[in-house]
């Protein structure tokens, strides 16, 4: 099975700081990775998909970019509605398996 | 619009079989590449995906979960039904099921659903 880190676990930030988390795959990926958004008490959301398209909606200060085995998630100009936890996920094949999640707070 | 939502027991005892029912709407899950796919989060912890089913009954598991799965589905009541045997206090979790949208190229899930929190105890 492929298996996915993130970096850090967690962070804490100011409103408006530039905010980065990596994502690691234990082998190639390709560009088969999804980001999700997490908020407290809710089901993960989709933020960006193939690593580097963000969902229709998705503010721009949210980018993503990697390929291969190397990822990495931005906000720029973090919000006080971006406190969440992050999750990674690949999709390169099955099982799929998702990072440990980074959370984000203010 | 496509939503999803879980169903079933809330406690289950140490051995016994948890059913889980994904009720949705919004989509038929009769489409090629369709799927639904459970994916459980114990309490502060990481996400696990669990189970996919297709909307060709082709169904996967986790390998480390398989002997103690099945999914099936209903799509003339548009209902997924998970079954986990033999739980035990580690399966205590939240159970989410989630769509697999016929147009992504691979296995990623959007939306999911709420989620049900299960506790495995005596």
């Known amino acids: 099975d492929i298996q996915m880190t993130q970096s850090p676990s967690s962070l804490s930030a100011s409103v408006g700081d530039r905010v980065t988390i990596t994502c690691q795959a234990s082998?190639?990926?390709?560009?088969?990775l999804v980001w999700y958004q997490q908020k407290p008490g809710r089901a993960p959301k989709v933020l960006t998909i193939d690593a580097s398209k963000l969902k229709t909606g998705v503010p721009s200060r949210f980018s993503v970019g990697g390929l291969g085995t190397h990822f990495t998630f931005t906000i720029s100009g973090l919000q006080p509605e971006d406190v969440a936890t992050y999750f990674c996920q690949h999709y390169d094949s099955l099982p799929v398996t998702f990072g440990p999640g980074t959370t984000v707070d203010i | 619009q496509i939503t999803l939502r879980e169903s079933g027991p809330t406690v289950v005892k140490p051995t016994e079989t948890l059913t889980l029912t994904c009720s949705f709407s919004?989509?038929?899950?009769?489409?090629?590449?369709?799927?639904v796919g459970w994916v459980r989060q114990p309490p502060g912890k990481a996400l696990e995906w669990l189970a996919m089913?297709?909307?060709?009954?082709?169904?996967y598991y986790n390998p480390l979960l398989k002997r103690r799965l099945i999914v099936t589905k209903d799509t003339s009541e548009n209902q997924v039904v998970l079954t986990m045997i033999d739980m035990q206090p580690a399966d205590t979790a939240t159970y989410y099921c989630?769509?697999?949208?016929?147009?992504?190229?691979?296995?990623?899930?959007?939306?999911w659903g709420q989620g049900t929190l299960v506790t495995v105890s005596s």
């Open positions: 082998q190639d990926i390709r560009n088969f």
């Open positions: 919004g989509f038929s899950l009769t489409t090629t590449r369709e799927g």
């Open positions: 089913i297709y909307w060709n009954d082709d169904a």
């Open positions: 989630a769509y697999r949208p016929w147009v992504a190229v691979g296995d990623f899930f959007d939306p």
